[in-house]
């Protein structure tokens, strides 16, 4: 059974930085394309980065150039770093896999911008 677990979210003050990781199990991720979405209050969920299996990385335009994704096949983790902060950045933060057609999902993990 695929699982995916984030962590690392919390309040933060605009211009702060904050690691979020997503630990999976169940499946190694080391062949597989891993996604970083996020989902503001009252908003759709929309994708924020992609990382290859060759490790080729691609971010939306709203986090480019603040927000860094990783991965570390060796732990079988997904990273998300995000960089100088703003209340816009406010969601819930989802790990996705999609793996033989199917699209698994963590539980997701807060990150609040706030002064």
């Known amino acids: 059974q695929v699982q995916l677990v984030e962590s690392g979210g919390g309040l933060v003050q605009p211009g702060g930085s904050l690691r979020l990781s997503c630990a999976a199990s169940g499946i190694f991720i080391s062949a597989s394309a891993m996604n970083w979405y996020r989902q503001p209050p009252g908003q759709q969920r929309e994708l924020v980065a992609s990382?290859?299996?060759?490790?080729?990385?691609k971010y939306a335009d709203s986090v480019k150039g603040r927000f860094v994704i990783s991965r570390d096949n060796a732990k079988n983790t997904v990273s998300l770093q995000l960089n100088s902060l703003k209340p816009d950045d406010t969601a819930v933060y989802y790990c996705?896999?999609?793996?033989?057609?199917?699209?698994?999902w963590g539980q997701g993990t807060q990150v609040t911008v706030s002064s």
């Open positions: 996705n896999l999609n793996w033989r057609g199917l699209a698994y």
């Open positions: 990382i290859t299996a060759a490790s080729s990385t």
